[in-house]
């Protein structure tokens, strides 16, 4: 296989960033996120939900991997898990090198999908659930993102 294969790997892991720092983490992950996955041709999305990080990355798989390697070792959260990592067929997710994005009540919808109203527990996900989830998070995110534009 050619080492430019794309391969995505998905993660959950629990944020261990105390609530009212949060959004000042999540922006300073997002800066740094930017700069180094623009660099190592990685896109991806960053889920932050009830405590809980569900992230994808793709890319080429050595850059996938060392990014994974790097981002696993970072004390602001843990119990990192992975839900899926192999070889995909294109970027799900292309548009970001990477986007945070936390659900509100508004996205209900998308928990009522997966069956995890009241009770968010991503460690339990199967692959494609987990990317069936961040996959509709994407279409929420695209859609507000055309309403902001138009
Ligand atoms: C939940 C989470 C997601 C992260 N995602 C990324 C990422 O996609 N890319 C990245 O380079 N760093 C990510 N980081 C940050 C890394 O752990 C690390 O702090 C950063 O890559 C260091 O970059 P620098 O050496 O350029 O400062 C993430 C951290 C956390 C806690």
């Not at 261990?16 to 000042?24: A, L, S």
């Not at 109203?117 to 507000?144: M, N």
Request: contains cysteine; aromatic residues 6%.
């Amino acid at each position: 296989m050619s080492s430019r294969a794309l391969h995505l790997l998905i993660y959950a892991s629990r944020c261990k960033v105390p609530w009212g720092d949060q959004g000042p983490e999540v922006a300073s992950i997002l800066d740094a996120s930017i700069r180094n996955n623009g660099q190592a041709d990685v896109t991806g999305l960053l889920l932050v939900h009830d405590g809980w990080f569900v992230q994808a990355l793709e890319g080429p798989m050595q850059a996938v991997l060392t990014t994974y390697g790097r981002i696993s070792a970072d004390p602001r959260h843990g119990d990192c898990r992975v839900l899926r990592a192999g070889p995909a067929q294109g970027r799900s997710f292309a548009e970001w090198h990477m986007c945070a994005r936390a659900l509100t009540s508004a996205d209900g919808a998308i928990l009522d999908t997966l069956a995890m109203r009241g009770a968010f527990e991503p460690h339990r996900l199967t692959g494609p659930q987990a990317l069936r989830l961040l996959t509709a998070v994407r279409g929420v995110q695209d859609s507000a993102g055309r309403r902001a534009a138009g």
